[in-house]
């Protein structure tokens, strides 16, 4: 069966279960853009706790399709973001293993947000060896077709994991704190764990929904 799926900023763990129940993504390119959603952000986990990265996206956008959002340069948003990821897992088991290709993608100069995701998701897809086929929307659909699962906005950032039936949290050794952090960025799962993330996201999902 098809999904119909948003982009979202470096995903979470959830994100990833989600698509595992699927034979093939959709990535929806149509729909309006949603403000204070997982589309441009996403969260790591430091020595001071949880904390969340925004991609700074420009005022100008309205009601602008997801694939027309700017992403704003004005500020340094990569520094910003690249020194909380270096600080937070650059003593991680696997921090060299996938740093500098993910360092290369949040420097390159994107102008559009979903371009930036893009990337940022098939980075994430190859870095698990997880081969997922994978669409674009051509169009946008309010309701898709029967044969398509509908999963936009699925994935709230203003509603837990666990409301939802996507995501069991399967606990790994990370690098700060003695609770377990569940749902944070894929990053905090492949620099934890490396080649064993795939693994631990096939047993994170709710097979059972």
């Known amino acids: 069966m098809k999904a119909l799926l948003d982009l979202h900023y470096l995903p979470s763990l959830e994100y990833f279960t989600a698509m595992m129940k699927y034979d093939e993504i959709i990535i929806e390119k149509h729909e309006q853009y949603v403000k204070q959603s997982f589309r441009n952000r996403c969260y790591i986990n430091t020595a001071n706790g949880i904390l969340k ?15 027309d959002v700017r992403i704003d340069k004005s500020s340094k948003w990569q520094n910003v973001h690249w020194r909380a990821i270096e600080s937070a897992y650059g003593k991680s088991a696997f921090y060299e293993h996938y ?87 894929l990053i905090d799962l492949l620099f934890c764990e490396g080649p064993n993330s795939i693994q631990i996201i096939k047993a994170s999902v709710n097979w059972g929904i």
């Open 99 to 185: 740093a500098e290709d993910l360092h290369q993608i949040l420097y390159d100069n994107y102008d559009f947000l979903y371009d930036l995701n893009l990337d940022l998701l098939s980075f994430c897809l190859q870095s698990m060896q997880l081969s997922v086929p994978m669409t674009e929307s051509t169009t946008f659909e309010k309701i898709p077709t029967v044969q398509i699962c509908d999963l936009r906005s699925m994935i709230n950032a203003k509603i837990a994991h666990s409301e939802r039936n996507f995501y069991v949290p399967v606990p790994y050794v990370q690098v700060f704190g003695n609770k377990f952090a569940p749902n944070l960025s």
């Open 53 to 67: 990265l925004v991609v700074p996206v420009t005022a100008k956008h309205g009601k602008a399709l997801v694939k």
